[in-house]
């Protein structure tokens, strides 16, 4: 049966081409965090290790919700190794064992990358496909993304302790009291 919900064949397959992209580079940055949290050693293991399961955990159901969003325009989403492989934006680290710092370093890059990717397919779904369903979609998984960043960016700025006192604070805008 045809499917109507006011795109054309072209501008479905224009959003199923984004979540497909998408659907690679959450597989490869859910390979990756998987395998730090398995490899992770040091005295910041279990932080790390814990923080990495619930990631893992999420990114599995954002490649579930990616998967199922691509059914219901009518496309199906990849499947393979080679498939992700070839579609991604994100690069395997193949044969090497970071430390700690540096596997959170990646994992940020990572999930950077795929903001800026989300926020193109964002804009791409919204004016060139008309497809505000996909665009909603993909702002929260944007959204995700960038707290999974903002909280593994927390913990390399952390990296460096200082006394309390010592350490210049950035000029922030802070709400005022009404």
């Given at each position: 049966m045809a499917i109507n919900i006011g795109l054309t064949d072209e501008q479905r397959q224009g959003s199923v081409d984004i979540l497909n992209r998408v659907v690679a580079d959450a597989y490869l940055l859910l390979i990756k965090t998987k395998k730090y949290h398995w490899?992770?050693?040091?005295?910041?293991?279990?932080?790390?290790?814990?923080?990495?399961?619930?990631?893992y955990e999420a990114l599995t159901e954002t490649i579930d919700a990616c998967a199922e969003r691509i059914r219901t325009l009518g496309g199906y989403p990849l499947g393979t190794a080679e498939g992700f492989l070839s579609h991604a934006s994100l690069r395997e680290h193949a044969g090497d064992l970071p430390p700690a710092v540096e596997m959170v370093k990646r994992l940020v890059t990572d999930h950077e990358q795929i903001i800026r990717n989300l926020r193109e397919g964002i804009d791409r779904c919204s004016e060139e496909f008309h497809d505000e369903g996909t665009a909603d979609f993909l702002t929260g998984l944007m959204e995700e993304h960038e707290k999974m960043a903002w909280m593994l960016r927390s913990f390399v700025e952390g990296e460096a302790f200082e006394p309390v006192g010592t350490r210049e604070t950035k000029s922030l805008k802070v709400p005022s009291k009404a």
């Open positions: 490899d992770v050693i040091g005295p910041q293991f279990r932080t790390l290790h814990e923080l990495w399961e619930e990631q």
